[in-house]
């Protein structure tokens, strides 16, 4: 019969495989229809959208972690934070390797061009530059070495992150707005939560120091 310890084991262990797999459907689907010919006619810029997609649902979602935790009480979320925050920085640098090397050739200058003169790209490149330190800094023992205050400031630049690359996509969608302005409403859905729930946490720590000051008074 097998002991507590390897039942407790047991749930979710499934949360980061099954995690892992779904990341790939991206990547493979996208292959596949290379090798078929099956991309549209402009098939750089098809796998350029895709791969960035994929970035911002996994950066969203990984933002939804804890108010997921804290709303709902799930703590499943949590255990796959991780994972995702590097899946979004996965997914945004194959992205960027796309544009670089397949649509500017490696035009170092055309490159730094775009990025000045054409806000989206700006905002998108912005948006890369802040998860790099993310990535670098997710171990366990960048937390030691930084300390959690430090490492979960750090790591609040995730919302900053998600809000430039909603922004690239909104000014990058030329017809359509509909699908990036969703993805838009997730993330200041998920700015409000988390902004109630700093609001609520300040207002009990206000609460629990008047307290203690009334009964030093007291006393």
């Given at each position: 019969?097998?002991?507590?310890?390897?039942?407790?084991?047991?749930?979710?262990?499934w949360?980061?495989?099954?995690?892992?797999?779904?990341?790939?459907?991206?990547?493979?689907?996208?292959?596949?229809?290379?090798?078929?010919?099956t991309?549209?006619?402009?098939?750089?810029?098809?796998?350029e959208?895709?791969?960035g997609?994929?970035?911002?649902?996994?950066?969203?979602?990984?933002?939804a972690?804890?108010?997921?935790r804290?709303v709902?009480?799930?703590?499943?979320?949590?255990?796959?934070?991780?994972?995702?925050?590097?899946?979004?920085?996965?997914?945004?640098?194959?992205?960027?390797?796309?544009?670089?090397?397949?649509?500017?050739?490696?035009?170092?200058?055309?490159?730094?061009?775009d990025?000045?003169?054409?806000?989206?790209?700006?905002?998108?490149?912005?948006?890369?530059?802040?998860?790099?330190?993310?990535?670098?800094?997710?171990?366990?023992?960048?937390?030691?070495?930084?300390?959690?205050?430090?490492?979960?400031?750090?790591?609040?630049?995730a919302?900053?992150?998600?809000?430039?690359?909603?922004?690239?996509?909104?000014w990058?969608?030329?017809?359509?707005?509909?699908?990036?302005?969703?993805?838009?409403?997730a993330?200041?859905?998920?700015?409000?939560?988390?902004?109630?729930?700093?609001?609520?946490?300040?207002?009990?720590?206000?609460a629990?120091?008047?307290?203690?000051?009334?009964r030093?008074?007291?006393?």
């Amino acid at each position: 019969m097998p002991s507590g310890r390897a039942r407790s084991s047991t749930p979710d262990a499934w949360l980061k495989p099954g995690l892992l797999i779904g990341a790939a459907v991206p990547l493979v689907s996208i292959a596949l229809r290379a090798l078929t010919g099956t991309l549209n006619a402009n098939p750089i810029a098809e796998v350029e959208n895709e791969l960035g997609l994929a970035a911002l649902i996994f950066l969203v979602a990984s933002l939804a972690c804890t108010p997921a935790r804290r709303v709902f009480g799930w703590t499943w979320p949590p255990r796959i934070r991780r994972e995702l925050g590097l899946l979004a920085f996965a997914y945004a640098a194959l992205h960027v390797s796309v544009y670089v090397i397949l649509d500017q050739t490696l035009d170092i200058q055309a490159m730094f061009d775009d990025v000045v003169k054409r806000p989206f790209i700006t905002a998108g490149f912005g948006a890369l530059v802040l998860l790099v330190p993310l990535a670098i800094t997710s171990t366990k023992s960048s937390i030691r070495r930084l300390g959690f205050a430090r490492w979960r400031r750090l790591h609040q630049l995730a919302y900053v992150a998600g809000v430039l690359a909603v922004v690239h996509f909104i000014w990058r969608v030329k017809v359509d707005a509909s699908q990036p302005l969703t993805y838009a409403a997730a993330l200041g859905l998920l700015l409000v939560v988390r902004a109630l729930f700093w609001i609520a946490s300040r207002r009990g720590s206000s609460a629990t120091t008047g307290g203690h000051r009334r009964r030093i008074v007291s006393v």
